[in-house]
């Protein structure tokens, strides 16, 4: 199987507003695809893969011209080399550690404490290596790639969208407001909390303060994520962060 689709793909870590940046990405009429597809792009079959998985659930826009993915996982790898010139556009995204892990923590004891991520410490080593991969990522791809704080998407969505819709290179606005489709909400394809159902950005922040982290752990993730995102930053294309 052959497609005529470039690739975005984002690049980035659980609980860092991926589920709605995918919804509002792919909402867009020239950008198919939403969900987390589980896909490692190693070889030139996995994008053959990746319209596959995209067309059990769902139908192509017409006219469109991307297909979207995110890769939140150390064990689903992108290899850029994959790509001629003008064919990839990467996202890169981080969240700062204090909510992201009390994030992860409170979502997967929500689903049971039995689950891996429900404990701060397993919670916090898998931001701690995330981050890490996608530093040493970054720092040796030769492909360009746009950096943007998750924080944005509350903070300032209207200046990261307009920013996004640029370096996309979109006819027109990427907008706030998004669809739901077959796969929203559903486990293993994106944010399964609930508020992905709303169709719109949530501004309200949810309080995280009730899962206790212990303060060395989260000491650890901080230092990682001032130099991961420093690294990110500095070998980026381009990039939108938060006001100091």
Same mark, same amino acid.
């Given at each position: 199987?052959? /497609? +005529?689709?470039?690739?975005?793909?984002?690049?980035?870590?659980?609980?860092?507003?991926?589920?709605?940046?995918? +919804?509002?990405?792919?909402?867009?009429?020239?950008?198919?695809? &939403?969900?987390?597809?589980?896909? *490692?792009?190693?070889?030139?079959?996995?994008?053959?893969?990746?319209?596959?998985?995209?067309?059990? %659930?769902?139908?192509?826009?017409?006219?469109? +011209?991307?297909? %979207?993915?995110?890769?939140?996982?150390?064990?689903? #790898?992108?290899?850029?080399?994959?790509? $001629?010139?003008?064919?990839?556009?990467?996202?890169?995204?981080?969240?700062?550690?204090? #909510?992201?892990?009390?994030?992860?923590?409170?979502?997967?004891?929500?689903?049971?404490?039995?689950?891996? !991520? @429900?404990?701060?410490?397993? @919670?916090?080593?898998?931001?701690?290596? #995330?981050?890490?991969?996608?530093? $040493?990522?970054? #720092?040796?791809?030769?492909?360009?790639? &746009? &950096?943007?704080?998750?924080?944005?998407?509350?903070?300032?969505?209207?200046?990261?969208?307009?920013?996004?819709?640029?370096?996309?290179?979109?006819?027109?606005?990427?907008?706030?407001?998004?669809?739901?489709? *077959?796969?929203?909400?559903?486990?293993?394809?994106? /944010?399964?909390?609930? %508020?992905?159902?709303?169709?719109?950005?949530?501004?309200?922040?949810?309080? !995280?303060?009730?899962?206790?982290?212990?303060? /060395?752990?989260? *000491?650890?993730?901080?230092?990682? %994520?001032? $130099?991961?995102?420093?690294?990110?930053?500095?070998? @980026?294309? $381009?990039?939108?962060?938060?006001?100091?």
């Amino acid at each position: 199987m052959t /497609d +005529h689709y470039s690739r975005i793909f984002l690049l980035s870590h659980m609980r860092a507003f991926t589920s709605l940046a995918g +919804h509002i990405l792919g909402s867009h009429p020239r950008i198919n695809g &939403y969900f987390e597809m589980h896909i *490692s792009y190693d070889e030139a079959s996995a994008l053959d893969k990746q319209l596959e998985v995209f067309l059990q %659930f769902e139908t192509p826009r017409e006219n469109s +011209h991307y297909l %979207f993915d995110k890769l939140l996982h150390n064990d689903y #790898r992108l290899n850029p080399g994959l790509f $001629d010139t003008g064919e990839l556009k990467m996202l890169v995204a981080l969240l700062e550690p204090d #909510r992201a892990v009390r994030s992860i923590v409170d979502l997967f004891q929500q689903k049971g404490t039995d689950e891996l !991520y @429900a404990s701060p410490l397993e @919670a916090a080593d898998y931001y701690i290596e #995330r981050i890490g991969v996608l530093a $040493d990522f970054c #720092r040796r791809t030769d492909q360009p790639y &746009y &950096y943007y704080d998750a924080e944005l998407f509350q903070e300032a969505p209207d200046t990261l969208l307009g920013k996004l819709t640029d370096w996309l290179e979109l006819d027109s606005p990427l907008t706030g407001r998004y669809q739901l489709f *077959s796969q929203t909400g559903k486990e293993r394809k994106g /944010d399964s909390s609930g %508020f992905i159902y709303s169709g719109t950005i949530e501004k309200s922040r949810v309080d !995280y303060s009730h899962v206790k982290v212990p303060e /060395d752990v989260m *000491s650890r993730a901080r230092e990682t %994520f001032r $130099d991961c995102r420093s690294v990110i930053i500095a070998n @980026a294309a $381009d990039s939108v962060v938060m006001p100091p």
